[in-house]
């Protein structure tokens, strides 16, 4: 797990401003926290429906469910991250292409993540980052020259999702 690189190895680095996915594969979705309240499960609710369109809700099996709750969770971490160390969230990506889905969460803070170490699971609190280190494929910090603030992403495979589209349809013995 990184917290230096700014995008996860062979990734195509952070989508530029408007980019719309469609000559790549890749869907993306914004959501912008420009003065709302609520933020978190605002963005819960903006990742769940950006889930159904891409077909990962209502999911067909169990570790397909698990795989979308891991995605809404890492959400929630990162806007929750975003509203406690940075002043609230700015902005929320969600990008889908066909091997993994990554989470993006823009703030204006100045503080770099990391999971807390060593972690104590019997204690409250600061438990975010250590839970996005476990759920994803890869996660980081991108920071812009001259510009405030940063960009926490997060990674987290599509495997389930593309073997069940993949997977022949068998016929039941008879």
């Given at each position: 797990?990184?917290?230096?690189?700014?995008?996860?190895?062979?990734?195509?680095?952070?989508?530029?401003?408007?980019?719309?996915?469609?000559?790549?594969?890749?869907?993306?979705?914004?959501?912008?926290?420009?003065?709302?309240?609520?933020?978190?499960?605002?963005?819960?609710?903006?990742?769940?429906?950006?889930?159904?369109?891409?077909?990962?809700?209502?999911?067909?099996?169990?570790?397909?469910?698990?795989?979308?709750?891991?995605?809404?969770?890492?959400?929630?971490?990162?806007?929750t991250?975003?509203?406690?160390?940075?002043?609230?969230?700015?902005?929320?990506?969600?990008?889908?292409?066909?091997?993994?889905?990554?989470?993006?969460?823009s703030?204006?803070?100045?503080?770099?993540?990391?999971?807390?170490?060593?972690?104590?699971?019997?204690?409250?609190?600061?438990?975010?980052?250590?839970?996005?280190?476990?759920?994803?494929?890869?996660?980081?910090?991108?920071?812009?020259?001259?510009?405030?603030?940063?960009?926490?992403?997060?990674?987290?495979?599509?495997?389930?999702?593309?073997e069940?589209?993949?997977?022949?349809?068998?016929?039941?013995w008879?």
């Amino acid at each position: 797990m990184s917290t230096t690189r700014p995008c996860s190895p062979g990734d195509r680095g952070p989508e530029p401003s408007g980019a719309s996915g469609a000559s790549t594969g890749r869907e993306v979705r914004r959501l912008s926290f420009d003065g709302a309240s609520g933020v978190v499960p605002m963005a819960r609710d903006f990742a769940r429906q950006a889930l159904y369109a891409w077909g990962w809700l209502p999911a067909a099996t169990a570790d397909q469910r698990a795989a979308a709750e891991d995605v809404l969770l890492v959400v929630s971490e990162l806007v929750t991250n975003a509203c406690l160390h940075a002043e609230g969230p700015e902005e929320l990506l969600i990008g889908c292409d066909n091997k993994v889905i990554r989470v993006e969460v823009s703030d204006r803070g100045t503080g770099q993540p990391a999971p807390r170490t060593p972690h104590r699971a019997g204690r409250p609190g600061g438990h975010g980052m250590f839970i996005v280190q476990r759920l994803c494929l890869d996660w980081g910090v991108v920071r812009a020259p001259g510009v405030a603030g940063k960009t926490v992403w997060a990674e987290l495979g599509k495997s389930l999702f593309a073997e069940a589209e993949a997977a022949p349809t068998v016929a039941p013995w008879n």
